[in-house]
């Protein structure tokens, strides 16, 4: 099996467009490749954390990743701080990235714009150099990646190539996957913004993997639509609908075309209401299952048992890298 590696920030509380546009996936992808995930805690801190708040969160995406279907036997799941290699490796590919390409890097150029490149943490500049340690520790063939995350892993093949060149090949060149289901779930009070774990200002438009099944109801019957009174899809014109009907389509597993057939003559209360119930029993589900995996304590051991896995493979790329470099004999 090829190797697939992903990693997710214990930033906040799991959302609705996590599930959707990453851990749905990887229930597939479990049975189809070798998969590496990695709670990326210290990509977190780029931005200031609360210390108990990062722990709770940390643990709580372990136990909500296990509830929602992802099997330990498959997957090798592990916290980053847990492998010492990936903030070693960082430094090394410092040294092998130029300025200029960090500057390009649009993620960091939005908020350097917006905030001002002397209220931005270094940490949050060379996030990409930690970001292609990740990756090019493990070898893996192949990063599943939105439309956010593929200009790093560009820089991650460059960046790969280069060392490569000067050192021999160390590194396995990583491909980005576009997933088939690359739905992006937007904010419910504010369809044109993504639904992010961070964004604490927009707790109405977020749903949360462990929101009270009732709160999530409520999101769901307020979120923004158009005044427009017809259910299709149509991301442009009809966002909010647009959005809602993505989240319908891959909780059910109903095509969205199936689900405008169905609701063609309906008004948007009725369709919400019978989405709300959806998501509401979507989240019982999940939460029953999330309440078994910490009872049953295994979240310790799994954690463990991926990082023995990993450090392995880690240990051993570094130590070739410093060993080529002149670091280690
Ligand atoms: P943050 O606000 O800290 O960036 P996030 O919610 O964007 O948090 P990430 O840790 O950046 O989450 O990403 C974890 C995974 O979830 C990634 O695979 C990312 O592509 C996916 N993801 C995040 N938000 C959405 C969304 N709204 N719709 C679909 N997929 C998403
Ligand atoms: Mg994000």
Redesign the pocket.
């Known amino acids: 099996m090829e190797r697939m590696l ?4 214990p ?2 509380q ?2 609705l ?2 599930y ?4 749905k996936n990887f229930l597939k992808y479990q049975d189809e490749y070798e998969l590496f995930i990695f709670i ?1 805690n210290l ?2 801190i780029t ?1 200031f954390q609360d210390k108990l708040e990062l722990k709770k969160n940390t643990k709580d995406i372990a136990a909500l990743y296990l509830a929602c279907g992802l099997d330990p036997k498959k997957v090798t799941l592990f916290i980053q701080t847990d492998i010492l290699e990936h903030a070693n490796l960082s430094f090394v590919l410092n040294c092998f990235t130029y300025m200029g390409e960090l500057n390009r890097m649009t993620q960091y150029k939005d908020k350097s714009q917006k905030l001002g490149e002397s209220s931005i943490n270094v940490g949050l500049f060379t996030y990409p150099d930690l970001m292609a340690a990740d990756i090019l520790l493990y070898d893996p063939k192949y990063i ?3 439309d ?2 593929k200009q790093h892993v560009e820089l991650t093949r460059d960046i790969a190539s280069r060392v490569n060149n000067r050192l021999g090949n160390v590194f396995v060149i990583p491909e980005p996957l576009i997933p088939e289901n ?5 904010s419910l009070s504010d369809p044109s913004k ?6 604490e200002s927009n707790d109405k438009g977020c749903i949360y993997l462990l929101d009270d099944p009732d709160v999530a109801k409520k999101k769901i019957m307020s979120a923004v639509t158009d005044s427009d009174a017809k259910i299709f899809f149509d991301r442009e014109n009809k966002p909010g609908i647009s959005n809602l009907l993505e989240i319908y389509s891959s909780l059910t597993d109903i095509s969205i075309k199936d689900l405008e057939k169905k609701y063609s003559n309906s008004n948007y209360g009725e369709f919400k209401k019978d989405l709300a119930n959806i998501v509401k029993n979507f989240l019982i589900d999940i939460q029953s299952k999330y309440k078994n995996v910490l009872d049953s304590k295994i979240i310790e051991d799994v954690l463990e048992s991926g990082a023995q896995k990993a450090r392995l493979i880690a240990s051993k790329k570094l130590n070739k890298i410093y060993k080529k470099l002149g670091l280690a004999s």
């Open positions: 992903s990693g997710i920030k930033t906040g799991v959302t467009g996590n959707i546009g990453a851990i990326a990509h977190a931005v599943p990646v939105g956010d995350q690359g739905a992006r779930i937007m993504k639904m992010s774990k961070s964004d």
